[in-house]
């Protein structure tokens, strides 16, 4: 493969504007039976940036987005972009400190909000006295609420004729704050150039060969890079469709790709299972698809997936702050495998004293791209993270990997201590923080368990104060009102004595050797029910 340059002054609303020139009347993307086109796409982003722009956002602003899957945040992206203002898309689960310290760490001056996340946001806002203004997405029409902050109602400020004083933006120009799970401390928000996005979509584009025949079937939410990166941009960028739903349903999976004749599905690991737990029918390979693009296939499931739905499946390795450097393609594959590193992508193992290992030897993955502005700029308002990140001029991943004879590379383990559930990246410090904040613990430690859907559940070993009173149960209804639900222990175990080493760090690696022991409380099995 080959990047030709990009000119300085390309963006994500200029690929947009391209593809309306060409063919702007063509059905672009379809939500819940709605269709849009390019023009729509383009038309309706003008109005948001004029809507936003008359409430003195301008280039560089930040504005928080808390939104489920749905058109209008298409149309804030694209309406962000083209103001050169800086989107910051918010985990609808996220509530309580790590909400503030998002909105906060961002400095988003302006959120716009789905009204059924309102009773999650107004208890934070006195926290975040940066933030001024907020836009309410009211779906039922009825009043937006009086909240302490000046409030506007969306459907209001788009109801315009898409005038706005227009601003150069560059390719190097931020478009995007992304938060990580924050492996070792607090989330960070990593800084997006217009031109990663661009780029992310070439190599996806390229990879899975992509054409104006395709229709590719979206189920992730756009709060994560995945959805706006690996399907909305090379979609985009190839002409392609793209289908956007609310979320995954295995009910829904198979009808919905078959209605909009999908060719292709981007998945995360744990989906996998839940498509082969239904029962085997004759036809199941009487499908459009002919790609599923994702990462965490089970090496055992690989065969059965491919073979019993008639797919090719591919696979990678990405960080939202790289992209994607190793991919399986179209036509350079290897099962089970992460696939070769990318056009314009430098990569090498090293132990930790920073030397290149060989073939067969797991090292830390280190990488950087030659093409310009393809990779986060840095960790906003965290500059010692950033140069922490960037050690000897190489991004550190902080993953161990090992590379075969042949060049390609298979994930080994994390190095840093986070844990992933359900498609969704978790800090262990920030179950850790609230865990810690209950009066009746003394210590804790999250670790990751492997569970049935082949990714991590959440166990947390505690230690309690003296005269414990605290159970199990309530532990977690204390945790429900103050994390989002994914990041809620399954497992509890309360202990005399958390191991340590001699400087009292706690050996979280033990405690992932022992596993789930005989006096580990399962919420599962003791029917404890968990709130979204």
């Given at each position: 493969m080959t990047f030709e340059n990009l000119s300085h002054k390309m963006n994500i609303h200029g690929a947009l504007k391209e593809k309306v020139k060409k063919c702007g009347s063509q059905d672009f993307f379809y939500f819940q039976d709605q269709s849009f086109t390019y023009s729509d796409l383009d038309r309706e982003s003008d109005k948001v940036a004029k809507g936003l722009q008359s409430l003195g956002i301008r280039k560089g602003d930040k504005v928080a987005i808390i939104m489920d899957n749905r058109p209008e945040f298409l149309?804030?992206?694209?309406?962000?972009?083209?103001?050169?203002?800086?989107?910051?898309?918010?985990?609808?689960?996220?509530?309580?400190?790590?909400?503030?310290?998002?909105?906060?760490?961002?400095?988003?001056?302006?959120?716009?909000?789905?009204?059924?996340?309102?009773?999650?946001?107004?208890?934070?806002?006195?926290?975040?006295?940066?933030?001024?203004k907020i836009v309410v997405l009211n779906d039922d029409n009825t009043l937006v609420p009086h909240l302490n902050k000046t409030t506007f109602d969306y459907h209001t400020e788009i109801e315009n004729d898409g005038v706005f004083q227009k601003t150069e933006v560059l390719l190097s120009d931020p478009f995007a704050i992304i938060f990580t799970s924050g492996t070792t401390g607090p989330s960070k928000g990593s800084l997006m150039p217009q031109n990663y996005a661009l780029f992310m979509g070439k190599v996806c584009m390229e990879c899975c060969e992509y054409t104006e025949d395709d229709c590719l079937y979206n189920t992730l939410p756009l709060f994560h890079g995945n959805a706006q990166f690996l399907s909305t941009m090379p979609a985009l960028m190839s002409g392609a469709k793209m289908v956007i739903?609310?979320?995954?349903?295995?009910?829904?999976?198979?009808?919905?790709?078959?209605?909009?004749?999908?060719?292709?599905?981007?998945?995360?690991?744990?989906?996998?299972?839940?498509?082969?737990?239904?029962?085997?029918?004759?036809?199941?390979a009487d499908n459009p698809l002919r790609i599923m693009f994702g990462g965490g296939c089970p090496p055992d499931l690989f065969d059965a997936v491919e073979n019993r739905f008639g797919v090719t499946l591919l696979e990678g390795y990405g960080m939202s702050e790289i992209g994607l450097p190793l991919l399986n393609t179209m036509k350079s594959r290897?099962?089970?495998?992460?696939?070769?590193?990318?056009?314009?992508?430098?990569?090498?193992?090293?132990?930790?004293?920073?030397?290149?290992?060989?073939?067969?030897?797991?090292?830390?993955?280190?990488?950087?791209?030659?093409?310009?502005?393809?990779?986060?700029?840095?960790?906003?308002?965290?500059?010692?993270?950033?140069?922490?990140?960037?050690?000897?001029?190489?991004f550190n991943t902080g993953d161990y990997l090992v590379a075969d004879q042949d060049g390609f590379f298979n994930f080994v383990d994390r190095k840093k201590d986070a844990l992933r559930r359900r498609g969704e990246n978790i800090s262990s410090h920030e179950v850790e923080k609230v865990i810690n904040s209950n009066p009746a613990v003394l210590e804790s430690a999250a670790i990751g368990v492997k569970s049935e859907m082949t990714e991590d559940e959440v166990l947390v070993c505690i230690k309690l104060k003296n005269n414990p009173s605290l159970t199990p149960d309530s532990l977690l209804d204390y945790c429900q009102k103050r994390m989002a639900y994914f990041m809620v222990p399954r497992f509890v175990r309360i202990m005399d004595e958390l191991p340590k080493t001699k400087t009292q760090k706690i050996l979280k690696a033990r405690l992932r050797d022992e596993g789930i022991t005989q006096d580990t409380w399962d919420r599962e099995k003791q029917n404890y029910e968990l709130k979204r």
């Open positions: 149309f804030l992206w694209f309406g962000l972009s083209k103001l050169g203002a800086i989107e910051v898309p918010i985990n609808t689960a996220h509530k309580g400190d790590l909400l503030v310290h998002m909105i906060d760490t961002a400095q988003c001056c302006l959120m716009v909000v789905e009204s059924s996340y309102l009773d999650r946001v107004v208890p934070v806002l006195k926290d975040v006295p940066g933030m001024e739903s609310p979320r995954f349903s295995a009910s829904r999976f198979w009808p919905d790709v078959k209605k909009y004749g999908c060719t292709e599905f981007n998945y995360i690991g744990g989906i996998l299972p839940i498509l082969l737990k239904a029962d085997p029918k004759p036809d199941d290897k099962k089970g495998t992460c696939g070769k590193p990318v056009y314009g992508c430098q990569v090498k193992l090293v132990d930790d004293f920073g030397i290149e290992v060989t073939p067969g030897i797991p090292g830390e993955l280190l990488l950087r791209n030659k093409e310009p502005f393809t990779m986060l700029l840095g960790y906003y308002n965290m500059p010692e993270k950033t140069v922490e990140a960037w050690k000897d001029l190489w």
